[in-house]
């Protein structure tokens, strides 16, 4: 099957009004599926919008954009907010560890150009988002594991601290009384931070950074940091960006799939909603005792978010005001 792209960049000028139209469509010998990309309606820019409750994050990620900064910087800074958080159990220092007691981080940005940079698994380092843009930035490679990448995060100029904190460390000794190991997630209170954000040129960016599901085997890495799971952008889009139980993530490649689907000519709200659906609609497929949830923008600045269960959250940044916001979900039962 033959299958041609065609993107075409037009300036109009239609009463008075000049927009940009970029057309997307893909052709096949069969079919004709199109649409998407900016037309003259209002683009909403700067926008930034979040996984959870993540109000500094979020403001953070704004104020750049505000003062004219990249999408690329703002999703940089807002994430790093998060990851220096102590309190925040689940990104950066502070990450609950894995079951041998190691705090493991994974992290994956990805730029306007559709460059894409990401690390896994690394230990002693915590501003790993921003290690993550130094391998798409400085590096022939995308993506960097382990050892490795906390020895690229040196020579960078990163330092190693310990990120273990007494409360995580209190958290995983609690927890070795019974080692009960179930490769589950609470689906009331997450902080993966996924943030997507439009620059005032228009520019869409995102990043994704955890230290991914508590008491993990050692070596288990999620959706976070893999590109189409944790995250994906693409300019002449969208973007999106996932939470909860990444093993679910990953089997759908969610982020990519609500990209795709908003190619299509799908609304955020609509490529969120049928990613949740290909879960949660697999055949015996017991959702009950797992979160996903999901967070996407298109290149018109519209949002949408959705999840399989009440309690996941997303901060937006939107007309300069930035607001949590309770998404919909899925199981109403
Ligand atoms: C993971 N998706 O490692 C991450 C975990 C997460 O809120 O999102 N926690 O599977």
């Given at each position: 099957m033959k299958r041609r792209k065609f993107i075409q960049n037009a300036s109009l000028s239609t009463l008075g009004v000049v927009a940009t139209a970029a057309i997307v469509s893909c052709k096949t010998e069969t079919e004709t599926t199109a649409i998407v990309a900016t037309s003259n309606d209002k683009v909403v820019k700067p926008l930034v919008i979040a996984t959870w409750k993540t109000d500094l994050a979020v403001e953070t990620a704004a104020e750049v954009l505000e003062k004219g900064g990249s999408?690329?910087?703002?999703?940089?800074?807002?994430?790093?907010?998060?990851?220096?958080?102590?309190?925040?159990?689940s990104v950066g220092k502070?990450?609950?560890?894995?079951?041998?007691?190691?705090?493991?981080?994974?992290?994956?940005?990805?730029?306007?150009?559709?460059?894409?940079?990401?690390?896994?698994?690394?230990?002693?380092?915590k501003h790993v988002i921003s290690v993550a843009?130094?391998?798409?930035?400085?590096?022939?490679?995308?993506m960097l594991v382990g050892e490795g990448a906390e020895k690229f995060a040196v020579t960078k100029g990163f330092e190693r601290e310990n990120l273990?904190?007494?409360?995580?460390?209190?958290?995983?000794?609690?927890?070795?009384?019974?080692?009960?190991?179930?490769?589950?997630?609470?689906?009331?209170?997450?902080?993966?931070?996924?943030?997507l954000a439009i620059d005032k040129k228009g520019n869409i960016s995102g990043a994704c950074t955890t230290s991914g599901l508590a008491y993990k085997m050692a070596g288990r890495v999620g959706d976070s940091p893999i590109i189409g799971g944790g995250l994906f952008v693409d300019n002449e889009i969208g973007?999106?960006?996932?939470t909860g139980l990444g093993e679910e993530v990953l089997k759908t490649v969610g982020s990519?799939?609500?990209?795709?689907?908003?190619?299509?000519?799908?609304?955020?709200?609509?490529?969120?909603?049928?990613a949740i659906g290909r879960i949660v609609n697999k055949p015996g497929k017991d959702f009950k005792n797992f979160q996903v949830g999901y967070i996407a923008v298109n290149k018109k600045g519209e949002t949408?978010?959705?999840?399989?269960?009440?309690?996941?959250?997303?901060?937006i940044y939107k007309d300069k005001e930035n607001k949590n916001i309770k998404s919909d979900y899925f199981n109403k039962v």
């Open positions: 999408a690329l910087d703002a999703v940089e800074q807002g994430c790093r907010i998060e990851e220096a958080n102590e309190k925040g159990q502070g990450g609950l560890p894995d079951r041998d007691g190691d705090v493991t981080l994974d992290a994956c940005i990805m730029d306007e150009k559709g460059n894409y940079g990401a690390v896994l698994g690394v230990k002693n380092i843009r130094k391998v798409m930035e400085d590096t022939p490679h995308v273990l904190t007494e409360a995580s460390k209190k958290a995983w000794e609690n927890w070795k009384i019974k080692s009960e190991y179930k490769p589950i997630i609470n689906i009331e209170n997450h902080d993966t931070i996924g943030m973007g999106a960006s996932a990519f799939l609500i990209v795709e689907l908003m190619r299509q000519g799908k609304s955020p709200q609509e490529a969120c909603e049928e949408g978010a959705y999840s399989i269960h009440e309690w996941f959250s997303y901060n």
